[in-house]
């Protein structure tokens, strides 16, 4: 074994990054869901719902496209297209409400995208409206991504009226000439005006979306995005590694690769970026997840009740997400349910009265186990782990224990302090599901 070269705080072991892994908002991940009607075991599982749940909006518009994004949205262009989704958003809300028990409790409701904000505040407040007549809310923290680029004074209004406490704004980075070079071209003023206007609609946790692996960006860039994030007051920070995948995003082939940095480069970026964040008050939430130490995600990591669902790392406590708009994701106990993709068979479905679930997987026990081990891994660095998946996985992470990354004691696996960016790869061990035919993003 060659020595290994330290970067930042990290030990960078390439060999061990080499396989590409799923981000793990979900196990089984989305790459196993099959294509059929999920209807009545969607219908089944809304009926049997006890207690408190979630509920995500989708919004799948926004009114500029970038072209790294890898989002299920399209262009608002069209205003009878935005009108159209709407109304059968709407609908959707009060088929989804008539299959739920009275005891069930909406306590959090997040609206993403897309954008949120490529409709009208108005239409905003209307979709609150319905779902306050269709189901049973119990004081809901409310959160919304927005972009900063198209967001007008009207929603500050809307935002203070609804009580929405928690934003997330799709910044990235902040020198031009990446901006340019991936479609999201927004200066500074931009972000600026977007977090006065939500500190004084009341929102008070603001979290600021950046990325490293970008075509023209340095060290020294990245360091100057996140010096002018942590200047502008960001609660969190989510510093995400840019996937380039143009054989499944179409959108990114406006992307020239040739600028686009390497992987000991990527591995650079994270680790100096995590050193920055961490030097700079905030605390790791995962791998690339910051929050300020009064942040309710760090609250959350401090008390070990961190999970993980479709939005990523979260402090939601709910066991369920139910989704909501095209191509949203439900998540129950035993079943994962994802809305028609499309908007226009979407719509077509909803007006018919029918649920729109049309991929998922039904979750096994066996699929519940190694799933709430690979969420303790991310979330709190350790897991307990039966005997017998020890034995039978000894072999595939042997090669992490031998570079001293995690441990074993008794039966708890633990990742060892410092070694957060293979926490995914030691993670993926223990999938089941995991084969070389399934395309993920780089682990760092």
Not at 63 to 83: D, F, P, S, V
Not at 208 to 220: A, N, V
Request: hydrophobic letters at 40%; proline letters at 6%; one cysteine or more.
């Amino acid at each position: 074994m060659t020595s290994p070269e330290v970067i930042g705080n990290w030990t960078y072991w390439p060999e061990l990054l080499e396989r590409p892994v799923p981000r793990y908002t979900s196990y089984p991940t989305a790459a196993e869901f099959v294509e059929e009607s999920f209807e009545d075991r969607q219908a089944a599982a809304l009926r049997a719902l006890r207690g408190t749940v979630s509920l995500y909006l989708h919004i799948p518009y926004c009114r500029e496209i970038c072209w790294y994004c890898g989002c299920n949205t399209g262009a608002a262009n069209k205003t009878q297209r935005l009108t159209a989704y709407l109304e059968a958003l709407h609908h959707e809300i009060e088929l989804v409400g008539r299959h739920l028990h009275p005891s069930v409790k909406v306590t959090r409701i997040a609206f993403g995208g897309g954008s949120p904000n490529a409709i009208k505040p108005t239409d905003f407040v209307r979709l609150v409206d319905r779902l306050t007549l269709n189901f049973r809310l119990e004081k809901p923290v409310l959160s919304i991504e927005l972009d900063p680029r198209t967001l007008e004074p009207g929603w500050f209004m809307a935002i203070r009226g609804i009580g929405v406490i928690k934003a997330s704004l799709g910044v990235q980075t902040l020198d031009p000439r990446v901006q340019a070079a991936i479609g999201r071209v927004q200066p500074r003023d931009d972000i600026e005006r977007a977090v006065e206007g939500l500190r004084k609609g009341g929102v008070d946790s603001i979290n600021f979306d950046l990325m490293y692996g970008l075509p023209f960006q340095t060290d020294e860039i990245l360091r100057d995005t996140l010096d002018q994030s942590v200047a502008m007051g960001a609660d969190r920070i989510a510093l995400f590694g840019y996937a380039h995948v143009p054989h499944m995003i179409p959108r990114q082939q406006r992307i020239d690769a040739s600028e686009l940095p390497g992987q000991r480069d990527r591995f650079r970026m994270a680790a100096e970026g995590h050193a920055r964040l961490v030097a700079a008050g905030y605390q790791a939430v995962g791998f690339d997840h910051f929050a300020l130490p009064d942040d309710d995600l760090a609250l959350a990591a401090r008390a070990g009740t961190l999970r993980r669902n479709f939005q990523g790392f979260t402090e939601d406590q709910s066991p369920v997400l139910i989704g909501l708009g095209a191509s949203s994701i439900s998540e129950f106990p035993d079943l994962f349910v994802q809305t028609e993709k499309n908007a226009g068979r979407y719509r077509m479905l909803i007006g018919a009265d029918q649920l729109a679930g049309r991929k998922g997987v039904v979750r096994t026990a066996e699929d519940r186990r190694r799933g709430q081990i690979i969420t303790d891994l991310l979330c709190r660095g350790m897991a307990d782990v039966p005997a017998d998946l020890i034995a039978t996985n000894r072999d595939r992470l042997e090669p992490f224990i031998a570079r001293g990354l995690v441990r074993i004691d008794g039966g708890v696996l633990t990742l060892e302090p410092g070694n957060e960016p293979y926490a995914r790869s030691i993670a993926a061990v223990f999938d089941a599901w995991r084969s070389g035919a399934r395309k993920f993003s780089s682990a760092v």
